[in-house]
């Protein structure tokens, strides 16, 4: 594997290569030492700019014992880097903190790029003389699995800690978990256990000794991320990248790049992964079923039973819609909890099994979605009735909703079609 590391040949940069070819040292990788001219094509004019870079290489070499090759190219400067980042398909693309950068990175680089700012600060850690604190801003997308897993390589070269964060407003812990705002202003132990668990679900496999937290602020995370990291005396800012378009960081703009701009210490950004294999298929642990009180709900059940690991948690859950009359309410909610309690469940249900039933009151697929989030759960299942093409296409149906929003495995069961 490789980094690369972008250079202008000037003295102001040599702080920077130095440190990634420290970087590449301790993690056992050679270093693609670039030079762009921002020329059309190079000539033989060139050719002393060449001379400084193999010059440069040597003195990397000479310097920490890392294996250095040079690289000298023409064209737009963010265009090079990305595309030699790409062919070497390199671990890291490590530029400076030039303001022209920013704009330009990190959307369009295929590999984690690597802002430095405090160079001393890295300069210690890779040279023993102090630790590196690392925070990452983590939610539960594969850009945020993909930061920590960087962060779990730079951990795993020794003298690190981790602290992986995922910051929420209260209104979206509300949207979220299908909860009152008003219930959703403090952090509460209620709150934190979902979301800490989606966190830690997320995680790498590769991370071992990591610190998760949730913390409730309102406001954009960008800025509690920069405070925190200021704060706190963090050294090194992980974040991933959604790849969002140039446009798209334009109008919604985007937190990676409001972090690379805003941070006080270096910023690593990491774009999603590439598709890869699945995991080899496990018993689920914990499964929400839908439940209508008709001949669907017992095929789901079926299934749920057939799927569900030995000490698993199966989760009953009938949603009735919002009523504005309290006595209305209060009678549709005691008739589901009768219907609940008088349900013929399986014998496969087994007393190694826990069961739970719940009554919602809202719009059935938020409600399903926001549990199985409450409760960590692997899968969700609901039955479904046969409709002609026509129906299908209306918008608003439970199963579509949940299916279309959920970020779990959904499993739809047809009426009649065990």
Not at 86 to 92: G, H, I, P, Q, S
Not at 140 to 169: E, M, N, P, Q
Request: proline residues 8%; neutral net charge; hydrophobic residues 45%.
């Amino acid at each position: 594997m490789t980094l690369v590391v972008g250079t202008n040949l000037c003295t102001e940069t040599e702080f920077l290569t130095e440190i990634a070819a420290r970087l590449a040292k301790r993690m056992g990788e050679s270093l693609r030492l670039v030079h762009v001219v921002e020329e059309p094509v190079l000539s033989h004019r060139h050719e002393p700019l060449r001379l400084r870079l193999k010059e440069e290489a040597e003195r990397l070499q000479n310097l920490c014992g890392a294996k250095v090759r040079v690289h000298l190219a023409a064209g737009s400067v963010d265009d090079v880097l990305a595309k030699v980042a790409e062919m070497e398909v390199a671990t890291a693309l490590i530029v400076g903190s030039r303001p022209q950068y920013v704009p330009h990175f990190p959307g369009n680089s295929p590999v984690p790029f690597f802002l430095l700012r405090e160079a001393p600060r890295l300069k210690a850690w890779l040279q023993d003389q102090a630790p590196l604190r690392i925070l990452i801003g983590a939610d539960a997308g594969h850009a945020a699995t993909a930061a920590r897993a960087f962060g779990a390589r730079l951990a795993s070269l020794g003298g690190c800690t981790v602290d992986v964060v995922h910051i929420v407003s209260p209104a979206a812990a509300s949207r979220q978990l299908a909860l009152p705002l008003a219930a959703c202003q403090e952090l509460t132990p209620e709150l934190e256990a979902p979301l800490l668990h989606e966190l830690q679900n997320a995680a790498p496999p590769e991370e071992q000794a990591a610190r998760p937290r949730v913390m409730m602020l309102h406001g954009n995370p960008e800025t509690h991320l920069v405070t925190l990291a200021r704060e706190e005396g963090f050294d090194l800012i992980i974040i991933g990248q959604r790849q969002h378009s140039r446009v798209e960081q334009l109008w919604n703009g985007s937190v990676a790049w409001a972090v690379m701009r805003d941070g006080p210490v270096s910023v690593v950004c990491v774009p999603p992964p590439p598709a890869s294999l699945p995991r080899p298929f496990e018993p689920y642990r914990t499964i929400v079923v839908g439940v209508d009180f008709t001949a669907t709900t017992d095929q789901a059940l079926v299934h749920a039973l057939g799927l569900l690991a030995p000490r698993g948690t199966l989760h009953l859950a009938h949603v009735v819609p919002f009523i504005s009359f309290p006595s209305d309410a209060r009678e549709a909610q005691e008739g589901a909890w009768y219907k609940l309690s008088k349900m013929e469940l399986p014998d496969s249900l087994g007393h190694a099994r826990e069961l739970q039933e719940h009554v919602l009151e809202g719009d059935a697929a938020e409600q399903i979605l926001a549990l199985a989030k409450r409760v960590g759960a692997d899968l969700i299942i609901l039955g479904t009735r046969s409709r002609p093409a026509l129906s299908r296409t209306v918008l608003g149906s439970v199963a579509r909703a949940v299916t279309e929003h959920a970020r779990i495995p959904v499993l739809l069961v047809p009426y009649g079609k065990l």
